[in-house]
Nanobody, 115 residues
Framework: QVQLVESGGGLAQPGGSLRLSCAAS????????MGWYRQAPGKQRELVAA???????NYADSVKGRFTISKDNAKNTVYLQMTSLKPEDTAVYYC?????????WGQGTQVTVST
């Protein structure tokens, strides 16, 4: 059974940092492309960052230079290091695993950036 469990969300001040983790089980982790998406109230879910099974990464323009996605295949875990946080980053962040037609999602973790 595929399970993706996010953690690390919470409250941060503008300019602060958070690190999100996504622990995967039930999949051959190294076969998958992994990504972080977010959804703010009243907004569509959007891709924040992704890392392919080959290790290449890409980012939304809004987070480029501030966020870093990484993964540890041995730990079946993908991370999102978020720095220089802005109020606009406030959203529920979801972990995604994709391989071919397979597409799995975590339940999300709330990130709130506010004074």
């Amino acid at each position: 059974q595929v399970q993706l469990v996010e953690s690390g969300g919470g409250l941060a001040q503008p300019g602060g940092s958070l690190r999100l983790s996504c622990a995967a089980s039930g999949i051959m982790f190294n076969f998958y492309n992994m990504g972080w998406y977010r959804q703010a109230p009243g907004k569509q879910r959007e891709l924040v960052a992704a890392i392919t099974r080959g290790g290449n990464s890409n980012y939304a323009d809004s987070v480029k230079g501030r966020f870093t996605i990484s993964k540890d295949n041995a730990k079946n875990t993908v991370y999102l290091q978020m720095t220089s946080l802005k109020p606009e980053d406030t959203a529920v962040y979801y972990c995604n695993a994709q391989w071919g037609t397979l597409n799995s999602w975590g339940q999300g973790t709330q990130v709130t950036v506010s004074t």
